[in-house]
């Protein structure tokens, strides 16, 4: 799979796509070695949660990577008792920030109590300033050109490319987005996969494995984080394991996948009417 072989950016390619396959969850107890372990999720599904804190526990990371955390709550983190799931879910003000229930992902935390908390996320009016601004614009503002043009993002996205992805915004978003807000709306995907790949590479840096908890989009091998870091740093192993709730028809974008069912929810996109 494209992670865990030592080969060019093409034939890491062709390694991934004859090499993914689904999984079993008890697989998650022994995975190959990598550098980075990125491990997807719905926000909800509990199952995906219960995977991931199985992994962390099998991995013993050096480092956690959350999706959920900007730096600044990940320094609250740090200063936080970790053994008391109130006060950790206070310092990181979690449910004023809208993610669901964190008795989900609080396993996820104890699973390795040594790994470094890292926040791989910005504020939700940052990224929502990408959506006008651009995803370079704001990631020069935080951090810098450099790593900008290491990530790809002075790159304009090729006209397929942008196609498929505005497509992907309209239906994760019930179709009910005005059309010309899309562009927008991947500008503030491509931030969010670069901020997340380049706090991995950081982690990474101070000692590995490092593990990514972060939803199936910014998972993706195609165009997600794994890609971000295959162009910034191809030094670094990298698997991507997605998370699903039924058989895919086509090959999904992971190095492997896992599904899991799914649990009751109320309709999302009931939302939008």
Known sequence: MRGV???????AFAAAAASASQMPPEALNDLPGADIVILGELHDNPWHHANQARAVRALSPAAIVFEMLTPDHAAAAAKADRDDPDAL?????????????????????????????VGGGLEAATVRDAVSAGARAIFETHFDAAMARRLGLDA?????????????????????????LLPGMVEAQRLRDAVLAQAAIAAAAEGGPVVVITGNGHARTDWGVPAKLARAAPELTVLSIGQLESAPEDMPPYDRWIVSEAPDRDDPCAAFD
């Open 5 to 11: 072989l030592t080969i060019g950016a093409a034939g």
């Open 89 to 117: 879910a206070s310092a990181l003000e979690w449910e004023s920030r809208g993610w669901p229930d964190f008795a989900m992902y609080y396993p996820i935390f104890t699973a390795a109590p040594d790994a470094a908390i």
């Open 156 to 180: 304009p996205l090729g006209d397929t490319a942008q196609t498929e992805r505005e497509s992907l915004q309209a239906r994760v978003h019930c179709d009910a987005l005005p059309e010309d």
